[in-house]
């Protein structure tokens, strides 16, 4: 018997296969994307995850990105060498700093962040805004807690 989980998947895959599925086109897109701009997929998620604005701190990068200290760090310095990030020292605790996006960053970020989000709309474009909707509503409840 189907779960509910499992409705409107292809037949034969489960929801965590649907999952792991659609992850590795996800990757694809940003493969595809990271390529054409001339930066690698863990740059093109950074800039996409800076693109909330006030600037990000590294413990809060660590967590959202799923890096341990050393590699994020390999990545902030990688991406500061390039002019797409800087360290801001943190007001509130002088030991800490928040990773934001330059100006060209920005620019790249704001690229970055819409063409693959508009490639990510076109593999969806033929499912009706209901399933859309409930897509989105039960990936954000799966986000949520993973936080």
Known sequence: ?????????????????????????????FADVSRERDVTPQQAQLLCVLTSGDGVGMTD????????????????????????????????DRRACRVELTPEGEELAVRVHGEIVSRLEALAADLPGEDRLRV???????????R
């Open 1 to 29: 018997m189907e779960s509910a989980t499992d409705a409107g998947a292809p037949p034969g895959l489960g929801f965590a296969a649907a999952l792991v599925r659609m992850s590795h086109l996800v990757q694809h897109v």
């Open 136 to 146: 989105a509503d039960t990936l954000t409840i799966l986000l949520a807690q993973t």
């Open 61 to 92: 990068l660590s967590r959202l990105l799923h890096l341990e200290k050393p590699s994020l760090t390999g990545l902030v310095d990688r991406a500061e060498r390039r002019g797409l990030v800087r360290r801001v020292r943190d007001d509130a």
